[in-house]
């Protein structure tokens, strides 16, 4: 099981944050700012909508299963002066407040379907003397996801023993980009020994399945077989797709990339064919291997 940490904000974000959340409460005596009044909040570091597109889940659609973690932070001027102990839960009302803040063009999120997650850490405790929980685990289960439809899971502070629970940032919401080309497709990989395809491929394989995952509600993420990704986009205009266009990640073009270390892309990726409908894609590259020989690449998905 791959594990996925979230990168955490750094103590001072935080104390802004907290500075912020509660300028109400700060008094200023002597030309100079007085924190005495300040109350201790109770927040999620990874949580926010300012920081909703960090929460998306991107996971390979042929994963069993990945995790993801967050922290509870005591936000003090001190640490806890005693254990506190937090509770957590799934929040319905943060998903409808979500949904209803969506243009009609927009597609809504519903919640993770039960055979997807699990959820089991519903209560935390803050050890006196620190300042933030255990890593909290949510695990999902990628393979089993319908990577066409978008989801959601936002979990929410529901008790903090007493402690003021953040507005802005008592919630992270965890959601699934649903896009409507992702899945699992036919593979076909085929290899010519040449500078273009008039002649008798060296090698087709069948390589299923060739898995769409997505990046974005309009991007894909590909496989070819020969150990690059495509990154496949189009425009999506009220459910009809067009204006594909296909390229390798940025960091494919590293020099340093593994995929890279033996080859040398000479020309492409270039459409072949895109048909949404009849759900056939192919794409094909040029590349020079280690010792100079032209190849040819032929990637073809049927749905």
């Known amino acids: 099981m791959r594990k996925n940490i979230n990168s955490y904000l750094t103590a001072f974000v935080t104390c802004?944050?907290?500075?912020?959340?509660?300028?109400?409460?700060?008094?200023?005596?002597?030309?100079?700012?007085?924190?005495?009044?300040?109350?201790?909040?109770?927040?999620?570091?990874e949580g926010g909508l300012a920081k909703f597109s960090s929460q998306a889940l991107v996971f390979p659609g042929t994963d069993e299963a990945d995790t993801v973690y967050f922290r509870v932070n005591y936000a003090a001027?001190?640490?806890?002066?005693?254990?506190?102990?937090?509770?957590?839960?799934?929040?319905?009302?943060?998903?409808?407040?979500?949904?209803?803040?969506?243009?009609?063009?927009?597609?809504?999120?519903?919640?993770?379907?039960?055979?997807?997650?699990s959820?089991?850490?519903?209560?935390?405790?803050?050890?006196?003397?620190?300042?933030?929980?255990?890593?909290?685990?949510?695990?999902?289960?990628?393979?089993?996801?319908?990577?066409?439809?978008?989801?959601?899971?936002?979990?929410?502070i529901t008790d903090a023993n007493g402690i003021n629970i953040s507005g802005n940032f008592g919630t992270v919401y965890y959601h699934l980009i649903g896009n409507p080309i992702a899945g699992a497709y036919n593979?076909?990989?085929?290899?010519?020994?040449?500078?273009?395809?008039?002649?008798t491929p060296a090698y087709d394989q069948d390589l299923s399945?060739?898995?769409?995952?997505?990046?974005?509600?309009?991007?894909?993420?590909?496989?070819?077989?020969?150990?690059?990704?495509?990154?496949?986009?189009?425009t999506n205009n009220g459910g009809v797709l067009s204006d594909f266009t296909v390229k390798f990640p940025?960091?494919?073009?590293?020099?340093?990339?593994?995929?890279?270390?033996s080859i040398t892309i000479t020309g492409g990726p270039t459409?072949?064919?895109?048909?949404?409908?009849?759900?056939?894609?192919?794409?094909?590259?040029t590349y020079n291997n280690s010792s100079g020989s032209p190849r040819v690449i032929m990637d073809q998905f049927i749905k």
């Open 77 to 117: 001027k001190d640490v806890a002066p005693s254990d506190v102990t937090v509770k957590l839960g799934y929040d319905e009302s943060a998903l409808n407040a979500y949904n209803g803040s969506l243009t009609p063009a927009d597609s809504p999120y519903a919640k993770f379907p039960d055979s997807i997650y």
């Open 119 to 156: 959820f089991t850490s519903t209560e935390v405790t803050i050890k006196a003397g620190q300042s933030f929980s255990d890593p909290i685990p949510l695990i999902v289960y990628p393979s089993k996801i319908n990577p066409t439809k978008n989801y959601m899971f936002p979990i929410t």
């Open 16 to 45: 802004i944050v907290v500075m912020a959340a509660l300028s109400s409460c700060i008094k200023s005596r002597e030309g100079r700012t007085d924190f005495s009044s300040l109350q201790p909040i109770m927040m999620i570091r």
């Open 209 to 234: 399945p060739g898995i769409f995952s997505p990046v974005n509600a309009t991007t894909v993420s590909i496989p070819s077989g020969t150990g690059v990704n495509y990154l496949l986009s189009f």
């Open 187 to 199: 593979q076909e990989w085929i290899r010519y020994n040449a500078t273009d395809t008039s002649g």
């Open 250 to 261: 940025s960091d494919e073009h590293d020099p340093g990339s593994p995929a890279y270390n």
């Open 271 to 285: 459409i072949q064919v895109a048909d949404p409908i009849a759900g056939i894609y192919r794409f094909y590259f």
